[in-house]
C-alpha cells in the first residue's frame, strides 16, 4: 500500500497544509497591525480557549488543548516574552499557577476573531462545518478503539462528544 491510499497520510497533508495556511493568515493579521510578535497557530489556540473561559490553570490549557506540560510551558513563555499573557501564582497554593490574557492580548485575540473566522469560512463554508466536525469526531471514536484512552487527552472533544451522546440519549 502506498502511503497516498492512507487516511493517515490525507490527514497529516491537510494539517500541515492548514497550519501553514493558517500561520500566514496570523502573521499578516499581526504584521498589517505592526505588532512587534506573530502569533502562532498553538499560541492562538491558548489565547483563543483563555478568552473563551477566562483565567486557567497551566494543567487546565495544556488538557483542553491537548499538549503535554512542557509543551504548553513553552508556549505560555513565549505568549508572556511578548506580554500577550500573565502567570499568576495561587497565594494559597504557589503550585497552582493560572494564566490570564493581559489587555494586549485580549486586544488582539478580539480583532482575531473575524480574521479566523472569515479563515474558516473560505476553508469549509459555515453550513458545511458542522458535518465536517462530526465526521472528524467520529473518526476519532473509531480511532479509540485502536489506541484506548486516546480520547480522554482531549478534554474538549470528549466534553463535545458526552453532550453528543447524551443528546442521542434523549431523543
Not at 500500500?1 to 493579521?29: C, N, V
Not at 488538557?63 to 516574552?81: H, K, M, N, S
Not at 470528549?158 to 440519549?169: G, I
Request: hydrophobic share 40%; net charge negative; aromatic share 8%.
Amino acid at each position: 500500500m502506498q502511503p497516498k491510499d492512507t487516511i493517515g497520510y490525507w490527514l497529516s497533508s491537510a494539517m500541515r497544509s492548514f497550519g501553514s495556511a493558517f500561520f500566514e493568515i496570523l502573521e499578516a493579521h499581526c504584521v498589517e497591525r505592526g505588532k512587534s510578535y506573530v502569533i502562532t497557530p498553538p499560541q492562538w489556540g491558548v489565547m483563543a480557549f483563555i478568552f473563551a473561559n477566562g483565567e486557567q490553570t497551566v494543567s487546565t490549557l495544556a488538557q483542553q488543548i491537548g499538549v503535554d506540560a512542557p509543551a504548553i510551558t513553552a508556549i505560555i513563555r513565549r505568549l508572556e516574552q511578548s506580554r500577550l499573557v500573565e502567570r499568576v501564582h495561587s497565594r494559597v497554593d504557589r503550585r497552582l499557577v493560572k494564566v490570564y490574557l493581559t489587555a494586549e492580548g485580549q486586544d488582539i485575540i478580539r480583532s482575531l476573531e473575524p480574521v479566523v473566522a472569515a479563515f474558516n469560512e473560505r476553508i469549509v463554508p459555515r453550513e458545511q462545518q458542522q458535518a465536517l466536525f462530526e465526521q472528524l469526531q467520529q473518526l476519532i471514536v473509531k480511532v479509540e478503539t485502536f489506541a484506548p484512552g486516546a480520547r480522554s487527552r482531549f478534554a474538549l472533544f470528549k466534553t463535545h462528544t458526552d453532550q453528543k451522546d447524551q443528546e442521542h440519549e434523549d431523543e
